[in-house]
């Protein structure tokens, strides 16, 4: 299990995320697939303490997503609207409703029992990702992309994209086909935001259409 990061530089976080920018500016920009619309970069706040978010506003970080429903609480309170937060974690149904007073996007829909809470505590403003589980991996949450369409008509709110993580592989390469097919399921459905890309594969996942990427080690180191 990984530790909290506890040693964060503004000075080097934010000189991470301008090459970042510019690294991803450049793949959507060289790409017939890339975003029409700069991409978000979106940090990764699990494994940073309450103490260090500071150092993330000095650097110029202001897009971040939180795994646990509980640190989301306690971070959003702690930094006030500082941050703007995401909700990147899997969504459990019990913690929809203190979820959604914080954030202005939810990436990982993926249950009934969610999608539930969400039609019976959700918000206009709030943008919602429907999580697919491209491959069929055992363990992994998302929805399977056969079931997408019945998936979405259930849904008594709108859906505004997909997300989705690929299998996980040490080359880069191996995530493209995954971010294609997920960039042709949300086109075939008019569904304009993909949440896709990791420090790993964020270059590919821009060049094959992500509108967000989700960054932690990339930014961090």
């Not at 954030?103 to 990982?108: G, L, P």
């Not at 999608?115 to 992994?140: D, S, Y």
């Not at 690929?166 to 971010?179: H, I, Q, T, V, Y």
Request: charged fraction near 25%.
């Amino acid at each position: 299990m990984a530790e909290l990061i506890e040693e964060l530089d503004a000075g080097r976080v934010a000189a991470n995320l301008e090459c970042l920018r510019a690294r991803i500016e450049d793949a959507r920009v060289g790409s017939p697939h890339g975003a029409r619309e700069p991409i978000e970069i979106l940090a990764a706040a699990k494994y940073v303490p309450d103490a260090a978010l500071p150092v993330l506003a000095r650097a110029g970080v202001t897009l971040l997503g939180e795994n646990r429903a509980q640190d989301l609480e306690r971070k959003v309170a702690a930094c006030g609207d500082v941050f703007t937060w995401d909700f990147i974690g899997q969504l459990q149904s019990r913690r929809v409703r203190s979820i959604v007073p914080h954030v202005r996007m939810i990436h990982s829909l993926a249950s009934a029992s969610a999608r539930e809470q969400l039609a019976r505590h959700g918000r206009a403003e709030l943008a919602v990702l429907v999580q697919v589980n491209l491959a069929g991996e055992e363990g992994k949450a998302g929805v399977a992309p056969a079931e997408l369409d019945s998936f979405i008509a259930g849904c008594d709110f709108p859906i505004a994209g997909l997300m989705a993580m690929p299998p996980l592989a040490s080359d880069p390469e191996a995530s493209r086909p995954w971010f294609a097919a997920l960039r042709e399921l949300a086109a075939e459905r008019g569904l304009e935001r993909l949440s896709m890309g990791t420090s790993q594969d964020h270059v590919v996942a821009a060049q094959e259409g992500a509108t967000i990427v989700r960054i932690g080690t990339s930014l961090y180191d």
